[in-house]
């Protein structure tokens, strides 16, 4: 099973910027879809932004503009970074990964879907 660990939350005021890391326990290039998706209380999960195997990219419009997704296969690891945060991008942060063929879809984060989670990464901003 493939484990993955998110790292880079923490708390920051508005306009401000974070770059979470998501560590993969085998080579993301064999990863061929991995994305960002992030829940608050009361809400569904939200996909923010995924990257397929060939490096093409798809953010959720909430974001777009501000968020930038990205692999490095040399290190085994997905980023994310987040800029111009609002307080509205408060919010867990989960990285995952698809272990089966198939699409690379940002708004299916079903675990039929995306069969490897990480534990969350808190990300908190302030007005």
């Known amino acids: 099973q493939v484990r993955l660990v998110e790292s880079g939350g923490g708390s920051v005021q508005a306009g401000g910027s974070l770059r979470l890391s998501c560590a993969a326990s085998?080579?993301?290039?064999?990863?061929?879809?991995m994305g960002w998706f992030r829940r608050t209380p009361g809400k569904e999960r939200e996909g923010v932004a995924v990257?397929?195997?060939?490096?093409?990219?798809n953010t959720a419009d909430s974001v777009k503009g501000r968020f930038t997704i990205s692999k490095d296969n040399a290190k085994n690891t997905l980023f994310l970074q987040m800029d111009s945060l609002k307080p509205e991008d408060t919010a867990m942060y989960y990285c995952?990964?698809?272990?089966?063929?198939?699409?690379?879809?940002?708004?299916?984060?079903?675990?039929?879907?995306?069969?490897?989670w990480g534990q969350g990464t808190q990300v908190t901003v302030s007005s």
């Open positions: 995952a990964a698809r272990l089966t063929r198939g699409a690379c879809p940002l708004n299916d984060s079903r675990r039929s879907t995306f069969g490897a």
């Open positions: 085998e080579s993301t290039y064999n990863l061929r879809c």
């Open positions: 990257i397929d195997g060939d490096g093409g990219t």
